[in-house]
């Protein structure tokens, strides 16, 4: 992954909720599950993902909890005045923050380094080819 500038920043679209990353995300990367495409509208979420520690959340979002294919429950985050899908977390990895990459106020940052769940991929979604793809949740 390329070398981020520090501070990144983002939120929803009417600007209630925002966050601030002191410190370059770990991973970014595209989920085609089937969960992502119902959340999204879309065939994919993109997410990039923080140290929870490194991140501050300033705003009060709604969530909901669901149980992801891995087993794991994942709280989805949203703004409750726009509804913007802002952030996720998940239970077995607490110290980990996934914003959505659209939130980013400059989302030209995101570089997905691969694609997960791709065996639920739709055939009308296409990603960029060249994209390494795993049909589930890579192991750690």
Known sequence: MAKMAENITGGCDCGAIRYESRAAPFLMV????????????????????????????????SSWDMLGD???????????????????????????LAVRASTLDDPSLYKPDFATYHARAQVWDHLDPALKTYDIMPPG
């Open 70 to 96: 891995s087993g794991t429950t994942k709280t989805r985050a949203f703004c409750p005045a726009c509804g913007t899908a802002v952030y996720g977390t998940f239970a077995a990895q607490p110290d980990v």
């Open 30 to 61: 595209e989920c085609q599950c089937l969960h992502c495409q119902k959340d999204s509208g879309t065939g994919h979420a993109s997410h990039v993902l923080f140290a929870r520690s490194e991140v501050t959340v300033t705003g009060a979002a």
